[in-house]
């Protein structure tokens, strides 16, 4: 069997790429932008052909490519991955790293055809996780066989965590904004509400529907009939 070409990670090595990485998970960018450096970065310093992150659709239950460093049109159009399927779906229903020497002999490797066509001949897949659950992972490639080391798994393992935590304030965030967007307009169409009970003698419902009504005619949100009617009330006094 060939031997590996790879380059050996010394701990100087270590130390810069994991700095690398927390530089990168702790600036102020957008999650698609932080996801892509996070792989530019891994594949920098893992010496990797191709460096992906996938996660987890809670809804489809299946593991969707979300960035990579690669070029090839053919990878990054590959079809999602089901919970258990192939060596990903495996990682992260197990929750626990897979290394695998050469793709082409391995059995539950799914896309053996890409691999053939990019050159891809060793993979180290770790799962993304927080607090236990895991949301996705982190696929490393190599363009030849390669024996990963413990302390390559170890690097990838911690770039992994600090990618999940990242995820995870993310989405959570998002979560956030979007109840308290709920609240406001729920407020806001409360007090919509109000106006028109008083001033045209409405009931409670026959209120909600009037705004419904307009929302649905005039093809705009609750939200912004109900700050249209609030507007309009304020601009009488």
Do not use: W
Not at 199 to 210: H, N, V
């Amino acid at each position: 069997m060939a031997a590996s070409r790879k380059k050996t990670i010394s701990h100087a090595d270590q130390f810069e790429a994991l700095s690398k990485v927390s530089k990168t998970i702790t600036s102020n960018l957008y999650l698609e932008d932080i996801l892509k450096l996070i792989v530019t970065v891994t594949a920098e310093i893992m010496d990797s052909k191709i460096c992906s992150i996938m996660l987890l659709d809670d809804k489809t239950k299946e593991l969707v490519l979300k960035a990579t460093q690669s070029m090839s049109e053919v990878y990054n159009k590959k079809p999602p991955l089901k919970l258990g399927e192939g060596i990903a779906g495996k990682v992260a229903i197990e929750n626990k790293p897979r290394a695998i020497f050469d793709l082409s002999k391995e059995p539950e490797y799914k896309y053996k055809d890409i691999a053939v066509k990019e050159g891809l001949k060793s993979l180290l897949s770790v799962p993304l996780a927080v607090r236990g659950k895991v949301i996705g992972v982190l696929n490393n490639y190599t363009s030849h066989p390669h024996k990963f080391t413990k302390d390559e798994i170890n690097i990838l393992n911690t770039v992994a965590s600090q990618a999940a935590i990242v995820i995870d304030n993310a989405e959570l965030m998002v979560k956030t904004k979007v109840v308290q967007e709920e609240l406001e307009t729920r407020k806001l169409v409360e007090r919509a509400k109000g106006i028109l009970m008083r001033e045209q003698g409405l009931g409670e419902d026959e209120a909600f529907r009037k705004i419904q009504r307009q929302s649905m005619d005039m093809r705009k949100s609750m939200r912004e009939i109900a700050e249209a009617i609030i507007l309009i009330e304020n601009m009488k006094k």
